[in-house]
């Protein structure tokens, strides 16, 4: 049977941060406040003109350093991004340029903050069929282009990250075991961007009003991802037949140090067990669980359980149960 298996992973951050203390001189706020509500101290921010196939093409680059592959072997390179460089062309077929993946088909997939959990499950998907044996799968955002930074409620979250995974086929019993996605449309006017697509084209008018940044209602997204983060990650648990005791490590979306602690109580997990570094990096969106792995790949070990879960705008959510394929050493 063949199944889809993570053998490599990539990663970058922007050397920039913006810290707590320079948001206070921007906005009403304090590192007390930030701390206190969201439990982010610090922020990467993308400067010098660059975007989001940037970091892509950086991780990539790095992920095939890692591994020694050879790019012209790469059969697909997928990108889940809020923030491509364009509205078309795809991010991916920038960033499969620029690291020489030149026989790979390219696309960009966008779920939100949800992104590497439809990410993983669309790759997977494709090495399921038989037909792809090697595809790179790209996470990550440049959130600080579309933050409003007169708005003291959200410009504290967002920073740009991104990360690249090798996905493989294989006849172990290891990979990407099972996902469980979910989609309420009914989420839309409490998290979106309200301006710059089609149903509201650019104008001065949105543009003055800020409405190519960030607009949430915190409270209601709030909720709602403390409910559903930790309702799916436990259901994922469930249809697998895991106990507490199974799970190695648990992975959540860092986009709010509350909700991380609330699925991880759901979960009955132990704090050493769950991956944060949301401190360091904010909320870089779909780039947020792929940042984890990355930082954290020296400690994993083939046959270690992870259950990551992710919520964002749409609204989406969902998890993703996978059997890790490597020791973090690389052999």
């Known amino acids: ?9 990539g990663g970058y951050v922007p050397e920039d941060k913006i810290t707590n203390e320079e948001l206070a001189r921007m906005v009403d706020t304090s590192d007390e406040w930030i701390m206190s509500r969201v439990g982010i101290k610090e922020r990467r921010i993308l400067k010098g003109g660059k975007a989001m196939s940037y970091m892509g093409i950086q991780a990539v680059n790095e992920l095939m350093m890692k591994t020694g592959i050879d790019p012209e072997s790469v059969e697909g390179v997928i990108c889940a ?4 460089d364009y509205h078309f062309p795809p991010t ?6 620029q690291t020489g993946c030149k026989n790979a088909f390219a696309f960009d997939l966008q779920a939100a903050c949800s992104g590497f ?5 669309t790759v997977a998907n494709y090495i399921r069929s038989g037909r792809y044996k090697r595809i790179i799968a790209v996470a990550g955002d440049m959130m600080t282009a579309i933050t409003n930074y007169t708005d003291r409620t959200t410009c504290p979250l967002f920073g740009d990250g991104c990360g690249a995974i090798l996905i493989e086929s294989t006849t172990e019993p290891v990979g ?4 469980i996605l979910r989609t309420d449309g009914r989420g839309l006017p409490h998290l979106l961007m309200k301006a710059g697509g089609s149903a509201k084209m650019p104008a001065y008018e949105t543009i ?3 409405e190519h940044t960030v607009y949430q209602e915190g409270k209601v997204v709030f909720k709602r991802a403390v409910s559903e983060m930790a309702d799916v990650a436990a259901e994922i648990v469930e249809r697998n037949g895991l106990k507490k005791e199974d799970i190695d490590w648990i992975i959540p979306h860092q986009a709010n140090m509350r909700i991380i602690e609330a699925a ?3 979960l009955e997990a132990p704090v050493e067990k769950v991956m944060v570094n949301i401190q360091r990096y904010g909320n870089t969106s779909s780039g947020s669980i792929p940042l984890c792995l990355w930082e ?3 400690k994993l070990k083939k046959g270690d359980n992870l259950i990551l879960a992710a919520f964002g705008a749409g609204f989406t959510w969902g998890a993703t149960y996978l059997k890790w394929g490597y020791d973090g050493s690389g052999t």
């Open 176 to 179: 990407i075991l099972d996902s």
């Open 208 to 210: 003055d009003n800020h």
């Open 296 to 298: 954290w790949e020296t």
């Open 81 to 84: 991004t809020s923030t491509g």
């Open 117 to 121: 959990i439809y990410l993983l499950e």
């Open 92 to 97: 991916a077929s920038i960033i499969s340029c």
């Open 264 to 266: 991880a109580r759901r």
């Open 1 to 9: 049977m063949i199944n889809a298996v993570i053998t490599g992973i």
